[in-house]
């Protein structure tokens, strides 16, 4: 009775820290807000003007003035071997957002939506080839927006 119990509460403890750990929750440790601040500078200064699509623009839950229509954006994208890595703010100063972008060789596309105030705010993998879409686990998520936000604050320090 006494194992059960122990693994009641174990099971309890384990959902309660990864309900509290999801992205967006209340209780989630706050990002680098300065780090996102600090890509989020050298992007405006330094990105190529581009666009951010429609059909990412909608699966992010971003809005855009017409339907259809793509965001004006800035952007920057490096490729390390075969994955590319690809950062984008608004071009314009009525959103606040920064995406980032990871193309594997896999054919795995990696998206990690952030607001410069509240850090991640969704993650989801792409699978052209399958036509598929997916939602990343709390965990997974976080530790792989943190990875790449240290990356893009290396890319912003040196360049």
């Known amino acids: 009775m006494r194992l059960a119990a122990c693994v009641a509460l174990c099971l ?3 959902l309660t820290s990864a309900q509290a750990a999801a992205p967006g929750a209340p209780d989630a440790p706050r990002v680098d807000v300065v780090g ?6 050298w992007l ?4 190529s ?8 623009a909608d699966a992010m839950g971003i809005r855009r003035d017409a339907a259809g229509e793509s965001l ?5 994208g490096f490729r ?7 950062a984008q703010i608004p071009a314009d100063e009525g959103h606040d957002f920064v995406l980032f972008m990871v193309q594997q060789p896999d054919d795995q596309v990696f998206f990690y939506f952030s607001t410069v105030r509240e850090g991640l705010k969704k993650a989801f993998v792409s699978i052209p080839s399958k036509n598929l879409v ?4 709390p965990y ?6 943190r990875a790449e936000l240290l990356y893009w604050e290396d890319k912003a320090a040196t360049r």
């Open 134 to 137: 997916a939602p990343l686990e």
């Open 80 to 86: 390390n071997d075969d994955v590319l890595r690809i």
């Open 140 to 145: 997974e998520a976080e530790r792989n927006f």
């Open 12 to 14: 309890t403890l384990c």
């Open 36 to 41: 996102l601040r600090s890509v989020a500078g």
């Open 49 to 56: 003007s581009g666009f951010l699509g429609a059909d990412v």
């Open 72 to 76: 004006p954006a800035r952007q920057r």
């Open 44 to 47: 405006r200064e330094h990105g």
